[in-house]
């Protein structure tokens, strides 16, 4: 689950890290009063999206378009016409793709004077089984592009759970960064400070992209990126409570009423398939036959008929697909089972596109005997490649 970064920065405050003062708005004539609360001279007006690149990002309404979604204002009017040109409007960034997404919130917060900007952040890094530590003396830049051209300036090391954050990886923060005497000393504490926020909160994780040295000699988080473990959440009710839903795709948040795993693409072959690995190689066995899926979609291990029913509702929700494949190894799973959520949902939200079914494992005769005696207009299938090969042509011959 993603937070926005004002949303990131107050619960990171809760911790005592160095955050700048700001106010979250949702309404532009809420702007004035923000602004005037923090004092100014300068004002910072960000778009609040759960996307990177917002600063190079551009709005598609071409009053705002070409400057930006993060922008810099040098008097109350300036701070106001910005919340006017941002809110409802669209942004495209790197991040969001050619269709944007529309920014509902704005977080006006206090200028600073910047004097050095770093980078850092905290995963959990699975080829250790810990948290880790990422570090880079080059802040506000793309990481990954820093990853792939200069990777000697990204320094990271991973903490031991048995002892937690240490003074030494303090030491090991100042030394990546060039930071020496009271500095040393703020990073050491900033460390503890994100380490304990990151585990007490169930975090996945934590960006701030830059952490800059102000003029006058301190740190401060300037902008914070914080992602949570999904399958903590229920014991972060505050977490939970953050949670904005207007930045999500309405099919994964139905999805995830009925504990199914689901994310939309942009494809047109809908898929529906048990296992993790097995939804993998079948989207992989689509675009070898040049389609491609439109959802990654694990019904998991142990679904119901009800499960599986919502989770056909949700693939034909999408009005990009054009065609259906159902790939079922029956183990946990059984294939009768599967077979009967997709009469029932076939029965109930009807068949607008081909659907071709392929059943192995686990009562796969009981399942196959199920469709075949349904009715239905289903393309059975033998295996993957079998599978793949008539979806990929049921929906060509639609075209």
Avoid at 132 to 156: L, R, W
Wanted: hydrophobic fraction near 45%; aromatic fraction near 6%; include cysteine.
């Amino acid at each position: 689950m993603n937070i926005h970064e004002y949303q990131a920065k107050a619960v990171l405050k809760e911790f005592g890290v160095p955050v700048s003062n700001g106010r979250a708005i949702m309404q532009a004539s809420d702007a004035e009063a923000a602004a005037k609360a923090l004092g100014g001279p300068l004002w910072v007006v960000k778009s609040q999206i759960h996307a990177g690149g917002r600063g190079k990002g551009k709005f598609k309404e071409t009053a705002a378009g070409e400057k930006g979604g993060v922008r810099l204002a040098k008097s109350i009017d300036e701070v106001k016409q910005f919340a006017k040109e941002m809110l409802g409007n669209t942004l495209v960034t790197i991040q969001t793709g050619p269709h944007g997404k529309q920014v509902n919130r704005l977080y006006i917060e206090e200028g600073s004077d910047i004097s050095k900007e770093f980078y850092l952040s905290i995963l959990v890094d699975r080829a250790t089984a810990r948290v880790a530590f990422v570090v880079s003396t080059e802040g506000g830049m793309d990481i990954e592009e820093v990853a792939h051209s200069t990777p000697e300036k990204i320094i990271t090391f991973s903490v031991d759970p048995a002892t937690g954050v240490m003074p030494h990886h303090g030491r090991t923060v100042a030394k990546a960064l060039h930071l020496k005497g009271d500095l040393a000393k703020e990073v050491g504490v900033l460390v503890e400070q994100l380490y304990t926020a990151f585990v007490a909160k169930d975090m996945a994780m934590l960006e701030i992209n830059p952490l800059i040295v102000t003029t006058d000699n301190h740190l401060r988080c300037l902008d914070a990126k914080i992602s949570f473990d999904t399958n903590s959440l229920y014991r972060q009710a505050d977490i939970v409570a953050l949670r904005d839903e207007t930045e999500e795709d309405a099919k994964e948040i139905e999805a995830s009423k009925y504990d199914l795993s689901y994310i939309a693409l942009d494809g047109t072959i809908g898929c529906m398939v048990n296992g993790a690995g097995l939804a993998m190689a079948t989207m992989d066995i689509i675009k070898l036959y040049g389609e491609f899926p439109a959802n990654f979609l694990d019904v998991g291990g142990g679904a119901t008929t009800d499960k599986v029913t919502a989770a056909f509702k949700i693939i034909t929700a999408d009005p990009n697909v054009k065609g259906i494949l159902v790939n079922i190894f029956g183990g946990i799973m059984k294939c009768d089972v599967i077979a009967e959520g997709v009469i029932a949902a076939v029965k109930e939200v009807g068949l607008q596109v081909p659907l071709v079914v392929r059943l192995e494992g686990t009562n796969v005769a009981l399942g196959k005997e199920i469709i075949s005696k349904s009715g239905l207009n289903v393309i059975a299938a033998d295996d993957l490649d079998d599978a793949a090969q008539k979806i990929v042509k049921a929906v060509r011959e639609l075209r």
